[in-house]
């Protein structure tokens, strides 16, 4: 479904408290977050809110004409279920003003119980075409769908124009070069995923040595990595790593890069595209602050006048300096990356 | 004790890019095999059209006259339009029965017709099955980093007439993109992949910078570089509910690999031998991390005294 107002929503992530208002005080038109367990796909030490610190965010933006959204997207078993049907319901009690799920089972609880709360397709739902996205509005009434970053712009385009719901879509922030959802990667070498765990390549199983090589990353004892003395290390993601492929060390899967498509703003806003996400709710509020503003700018500057926009040097400069590696990409909304 | 003999074996699709020869002899060998359900079908990449429909429906008809229950199995990551349209006609069939491998598969045939879903659409609890049951799914087939703990908890909600099915052979399906790591490992745009995929019948290798085998590149699925390998559980998932048993087709020793598990269920070959012997077919090395509730690449040592007596 096509967004007709041409009004892009900008949704910034709010890893706490600090960062919630922040990103509200900047100019996020809605603000998502995660309680503090595996329930939502950014489950980090220190991060996420408990009940009184969600009750005031959602107070703040709320007084702000902010929304906020609240992450439910990781995929409980059956001795875990409780807990997901537990946030359900506080979500649901705090009065945020939508929740955004991946599990099916999940999903069917929520519209069941808080048939009046508005549900979002997690980008962990994993869902790439209009005839997916089908599936969840036809049985569950969602009211959005956030796409994962595999798509190119023209199938962002094809998918937006021949969706049931909006269409939301990653702007800026870290890059999943897999399908969201169906990527096992973590769980195969630590025994933890973003479906199972909420996290990737988590701390807990991090390694770091120096040696006489270079600074070794490990994750589990998989050496994801070897980084000479000039060369900065970033977190062993394991997609991100340097491997040996037919006896070439490179990276093999994907650069420790950013996704970054504010170049593509005008494009995604005539595609109908409804709102714009940035990924890092594990980052700084100095993080979120930066990429708030410059992303505002951007959005507004792209409505006002989208035959002549173009990304200002300085918006471009502000976010090399908190990318992943300091660099950028438009992933696979860019064919030729594909 | 050996398991019951109404386990059924299975042979998921073929993971990798093979040439029309190769899959119709391969399917020749497997008709004449002890397996009881086969899946067809390219479920990685819509750019590989060497097998065109007609040959697909062909050796279907085959392998049911060799008396093998045939289910066709449809893409996994779904993008382009084309892609939907091949997927919408494939499940039109109501020959055979269908594997849904996307959300979208699961879309066009829900309250239609009976169908399967694949290891890649994500049943974690009860809840998911009992809601798919109700749409009309017959079989599911576990999804793979889910452990045997999950699954016995899962049966113990299971809905009335589910088959459960699990993959206890294979390179595990670990990952889908959008890119195409193949032709990226040869400097190549996907566009312009050249389909060099072909090359590597059983996947391209990647090894860590210390040169241990660690994953396998498929074009745009990577795969676990060591094989899945459930043989000394067979016992065990017959106690908790599994009704089927999947082998993963690689491109030698498939057939000898039926053949062992197949002597397992039917008490001809104890577990230890099938198992030392699987060991030697797995191109680089076996693991069972995941059943544990481990990492997946893990392998977890059995008791085989205790396993074949039923009391993990």
Same mark, same amino acid.
């Given at each position: 479904?096509? %967004?007709? %107002?041409?009004?892009?929503?900008?949704?910034?992530?709010? &890893? %706490?408290l600090p960062s919630l208002k922040i990103a509200v005080n900047n100019g996020a038109d809605a603000v998502y977050m995660g309680f503090k367990d595996d329930t939502n796909a950014r489950h980090f030490a220190g991060l996420n809110f408990n009940d009184k610190r969600a009750q005031e965010g959602i107070a703040y933006a709320h007084e702000r004409g902010s929304k906020v959204f609240t992450a439910i997207n990781t995929y409980p078993?059956?001795? &875990? #279920?409780? /807990? #997901?049907?537990d946030a359900v319901d506080h979500a649901a009690q705090l009065g945020v003003d939508a929740l955004i799920l991946a599990d099916i089972g999940v999903m069917d609880y929520a519209a069941e119980r808080w048939p009046d709360l508005r549900l979002h397709l997690s980008v962990q739902g994993s869902a790439t075409s209009q005839e997916s996205i089908e599936f969840f509005h036809k049985n569950f009434d969602i009211k959005r769908a956030v796409v994962p970053r595999v798509l190119s712009l023209k199938q962002i385009q094809a998918v937006t124009e021949n969706s049931p719901v909006p269409i939301e879509v990653f702007g800026f922030g870290s890059l999943c070069v897999m399908v969201e959802g169906r990527c096992l990667l973590s769980s195969y070498v630590t025994g933890q995923s973003p479906n199972t765990f909420g996290a990737c390549s988590p701390a807990s199983a991090v390694q770091w040595k120096e040696t006489d090589a270079g600074l070794e990353t490990r994750l589990n004892e998989v050496l994801i990595d070897i980084h000479g003395k000039d060369e900065s290390a970033g977190y062993p993601t394991l997609c991100k790593g340097r491997f040996n492929v037919n006896n070439n060390t490179y990276h093999a899967l994907e650069e420790p890069t950013s996704l970054n498509t504010m170049a593509?703003?005008?494009e995604l806003q005539r595609a109908g595209v409804a709102a714009i996400k940035i990924? &890092? /709710?594990? /980052?700084?509020p100095a993080y979120v602050e930066q990429v708030s503003k410059v992303w505002r700018e951007a959005l507004d500057s792209a409505q006002q006048d989208p035959e002549n926009y173009q990304p200002k040097r300085e918006w471009l400069e502000a976010l090399d300096k908190v990318s992943e590696g300091s660099q950028t990409t438009l992933g696979a909304y860019h064919r030729p990356w594909q | 004790m050996t398991a019951s003999l109404n386990t059924k074996l299975s042979l998921g699709p073929i993971q990798y890019y093979w040439d029309?020869? +190769? *899959?119709?002899?391969?399917?020749?060998? *497997?008709?004449?095999?002890? =397996?009881? =359900? *086969?899946?067809l079908g390219e479920t990685v990449c819509s750019k590989r059209r060497l097998m065109r429909d007609e040959d697909w429906l062909e050796i279907a008809a085959l392998l049911r006259q060799a008396g093998k229950e045939v289910v066709l199995s449809t893409l996994t990551l779904i993008e382009a339009n084309s892609e939907l349209r091949k997927l919408k006609s494939i499940c039109k069939n109501e020959e055979y029965a269908i594997e849904a491998n996307d959300m979208a598969a699961v879309n066009l045939l829900a309250g239609k017709q009976t169908f399967i879903t694949g290891p890649a659409i994500n049943i974690y609890n009860a809840r998911t099955?009992?809601?798919?049951a109700r749409q009309g799914v017959k079989r599911w087939v576990f999804p793979v980093e889910l452990s045997r703990e999950t699954l016995?908890? =899962?049966?113990?909600?299971?809905p009335e007439a589910m088959e459960t099915e699990v993959i206890v052979y294979g390179r595990l399906p670990l990952a889908f993109s959008a890119r195409c790591f193949t032709a990226r490992s040869h400097n190549l745009q996907k566009d312009d992949c050249q389909l060099s995929c072909i090359a590597d019948p059983d996947g391209l290798l990647m090894k860590t910078r210390e040169n241990d085998p660690f994953l396998v590149i498929n074009g745009i699925q990577t795969q676990s570089a060591k094989s899945c390998n459930l043989i000394t559980e067979l016992e065990d998932m017959k106690e908790i509910g599994v009704d089927i048993l999947r082998i993963s087709p690689q491109s030698k020793s498939t057939a000898e690999i039926i053949k062992i598990f197949h002597d397992c269920l039917h008490g001809k070959k104890s577990i230890q031998d099938a198992s030392n012997?699987?060991? +030697?077919?797995?191109? +680089?090395?076996t693991c069972n991390g995941y059943w544990h509730g481990g990492a997946g690449m893990e392998s977890v040592e059995q008791h085989l005294e205790k396993s074949r007596t039923g009391h993990l």
């Open positions: 479904m096509s %967004n007709t %107002n041409k009004t892009m929503e900008l949704v910034c992530p709010a &890893g %706490n078993q059956p001795s &875990g #279920w409780q /807990r #997901w049907q593509l703003l005008p990924e &890092g /709710r594990q /980052r700084s | 029309r020869d +190769t *899959v119709f002899d391969f399917y020749k060998q *497997v008709a004449e095999s002890p =397996i009881d =359900i *086969v899946y099955l009992n809601l798919f016995a908890d =899962i049966l113990k909600q299971r012997e699987l060991d +030697t077919l797995s191109p +680089t090395g």
